[in-house]
């Protein structure tokens, strides 16, 4: 049961702008348009950003503010050269807001739990943090032997880059680590391992 | 079911004012009274010209001491004999039965501060809060709505906290509250509780400065239990049919009749009350039920619901 | 009634676990019907039922100074098996007070708790432990109060926050536990956390054991019973270290499989706690070879039409695949197919001596 209907697992819907929100903030992983990653962003009520990671050290986080369109409000747009430089940044911007802040994670599964994380560490609930998935589906595998986070799971099976156990990948997740549970194949009769199959790619 | 009880004796009575009287509750036979903790409640079985009445009351006690329980009581014009008996009738050195501390409005331990709004005697169940928010040194702020001839009495209880986080506000303008709502932390959480217009008032304005729900939170027991048409409940399974007054709930018209029937909160919350019903359609004015549940009519919340039909047949 | 405890038996090794045949006869056998289906199975926790493990809040049984060594060896290696967030130092302190006051007053001959105010003295004479400290003020205790309570008690605990509607497992101490991971697990929701349980979402059986949890009260604890099989009384068959104990599967034998297949049985209690308002879930685990289990007449034919029966996704996540079938011939020859009274009672008071 390697892809199953366990309900740890994240079920992703399409984001739309929560219209109770006063200040909402979109952060994706890499550049998207903003209408392909959320709905009601050109109506919005409220200031709305949109920080994406352009993975090129040519871009400076400066804030491009884009005129106001009809009725929408302004938009700002900022580009980041990586995302720890877009978390950094992050942090630093949850630091100073207030209740009424909506934040909106696009990306691939490690990227969105992350910035999950972030948001829980300083203060927001959940209904105020909403993630959606976009590019690989490579998955994050905790080794729970080990505690190693092997990064880029696209297998069944995988080794583990701390202990070098042959992992299954169990489709088990845990929000905390933003990652999913991975146990040793072989653990029952050394060697014995299943076939390994290209799942998440 | 019938909950536990401990006998409690009351050590000390003293009026506040001419309508808010404080007491305080030891166990009878010595040793600590149960634990509690910030929110709880305490239900006194209050007997009463023949009658028993089950009142809940905030408790005001520090959580973290054991040696006592306190609670203030507000003298209530249309009461029903609960709060004049504890006023006029009750006295020290007096013993009266009470259930455990039970909690229907707990604080959220996550919360990184704690922005409070009470109105009058709604202010208890924050004494309780505010004792455990200065022992472990967490943000709080509160706003406290009260009638002028009575903020004497609310500022010295008051006294003793920091002057830079208690606000009390003589009239009902909302205005300062509505500056506190917008520059509050991410990771604030909003409590509320009195009169139902206060609240409602505090709640709709914190969704509308674009507070989620899961950060607002409102004490619901008490208050919710009005009358209605009278009706014959049929309890099918002890064959008794108990007939209920306009200005009476079923669970109570239940007791009086002798029947030991499940509740615990009172207030249509906890869900503890539920019977299920097998004829007639109930009137649902609970919080507890979902659309679905309601929809069926086989299920109903003795202590706050009545019946739309004349009578209502019940598994009990 | 001084417990007889038996404190150099290991969990682990040389496996010298065994139930002395009162231990047997105690056993909080899961069984009441042939056949096994999840179901909200929870009951008030009061004393009485068909087990003397019943009678008191938290059961301790000859087993007991085994069993807190063995979790010192566990938290020796890997001291993430006790993890509580920060938010739950409240918890911490109404689950020390609740087990000290449980267990002074279900024991008096082994533990002692005096109190003055918040200046308490704690005396657990089976550990040869005897401290003071302030109640409220984790630093004058050795250990977090948490750790320090559910080193000296057996089974596993976590601590529930209830918040949203919804439960949290935001701490426990987890030891002894059939193949789930406190580590990986804590912070969960109440559906998150049972995600890997197979079926009983389906059933609904969360929904409606969530709802039920969400009401419990202060003073009303209740109970349920889970089981599984372990090869060898290992009480650490965590994820953790599962190379270490998944090898073990493959020693079964026709010959030894009476012998090393345990029945595992966790007692289950909640309690709601009344300070923080969270709830502690108590995992205690009771295992007992199957060949014991087949000295109790009823038990040993229920068993064997329950494993015979059993669902195959239930088996499967149960982890018996490999010896299931070794498993109900072993049974088979003790079961002579007559019907069975519904209940987990024993029906006898002595045991016949081991073949």
Known sequence: MLVSDIKSRPVYERLGVDASGRRHLVVSDAPRPLAEVIDGADSAAAPLGYWVVAATSAVDAQP?????????????????RAVPHLLDRLSHRLAQETVGFRLYAVGEEGFVWNVAKLAREAGLEAAECRTAHAGSLRRRVFCVHCKTITEDVTTSLAACDGCGAHLVVRDHFSRHLAAFMGVQADAEAPGELPPVEELFP | MTALTVPLRVAATVPLSPTLRAFTLIPADGGLAPPSGPGAHLRLHLRSGGKLLRNAYSLTSNPEDRSHLSIIVRRVAASRGGSAFLHEEVAEGDVIEAGLPANLFPLVRTARKHLMVSGGIGLTPFLAYIAAFEAAGTPWELHHFCRPDERAVFEALL??????????????ALGALEDALLRQPLGTHF?????????????????????????????????????????????RRSGIEVAVGAETSLLAAMEAAGVDAPCLCRGGACGQCLIEVAEGEPEHRDHFLDEAERASNRLIMTCVSRSRTPRLVLEL | MTIQFKPDETFRDEFSYSNSDAAVLRFPFPFPEDAYMYSVNIEPHVRGGPSPAFDNPFDVDEHYVAECRERAKVLEQDPSRCKVLPH????????????MESFATSYPEHFTLTRDGTSWTWENRPLGIRDSFTFGDASTLPLPPFEYITRQAQGDFTLQDQREDNLFVDGGMV???????????????????????????????????????????????VRRLNWTMTVNPRLDTSPENYPQWGPDRLTLTPENIGRKLHLRVELQSLFRLPRSNAILFGIRCYLCSIEDLARVGVWGKRLHRVLRDLHPEIADYKGTTRYRDMAVAYLAPFDDGAELPAGTAPRQSTLAPRS
């Open chain 3, 175 to 221: 030891t002894t536990q059939a193949d789930w991971s406190l580590d990986f697990d804590v912070g969960m929701t109440f559906h998150q956390w049972h995600g890997p349980v197979p079926l009983a979402h389906q059933k609904g059986v969360f929904d409606r054991a969530l709802k039920f949890l969400l009401r419990l009260q202060y003073g009303a604890p």
């Open chain 2, 191 to 235: 409590y509320t509780c009195g009169p139902a217009a206060l609240m409602e008032a505090g709640l709709a304005l914190a969704q509308a400065l674009g507070w989620p729900k899961v950060r607002l939170h409102s004490e619901s027991f008490g208050g919710a239990a009005e009358g209605g048409a009278p009706f014959v409940a049929v309890l």
């Open chain 2, 159 to 172: 006294a003793r906290l920091p002057a830079s986080r208690v606000h009390i506000h003589c009239d009902m």
């Open chain 3, 88 to 99: 739950m130092m409240a918890a911490e302190w109404d689950t020390l007070e609740l087990i």
């Open chain 1, 64 to 80: 491009q503010a884009e005129p106001a369109t009809g009725n929408a409000v302004p938009l700002e747009r900022r580009a980041f």
